[in-house]
């Protein structure tokens, strides 16, 4: 499964605080809805079993941490691209620039199946 995602907002804006409770934001729910709406516009089902994910982050400036993009991301793609997040046994990713097109190219598929990087065409696993 390969996929175009919008860039996703800031890990910090994506979750807050509301009468001691953590909760998703606007903005958080607004992502995930437009994550899910890619996906099922494709006519994507979420994979069974254990899932290797490979992640290009084109990031719209140079700062950002790689971490919290693959953070949210990933937290969009739980219940559309695999059932839950404990399925993903293996994460390779790598940060790019592209102010043009900030996106989240992803590649999912069964763990142990070879999968390419999108930025590199490199195996990510052999």
Known sequence: MKL?????????RIWRVFRNRIIKSAEGRAYSARVKTTVALL????????????????????????DNVLKAGLDALNGVAWGDD?????????????KASPRLEVTVCAA????RCPACGGVARP
């Not at 006519?43 to 790689?66: H, K, Q």
């Not at 142990?112 to 999968?115: K, L, S």
């Open 86 to 98: 404990s399925q993903v046994v293996e994460l390779h990713a790598v940060r790019l620039d592209d």
């Open 112 to 115: 142990g199946e070879a999968a």
């Open 43 to 66: 006519g994507l089902r979420p994979l069974d079993g254990p899932v290797s994910v490979t992640v290009a982050a084109y990031r719209p400036a140079r700062r950002g941490d790689l």
């Open 4 to 12: 175009s995602l919008p860039y996703p907002p800031s890990v910090n």
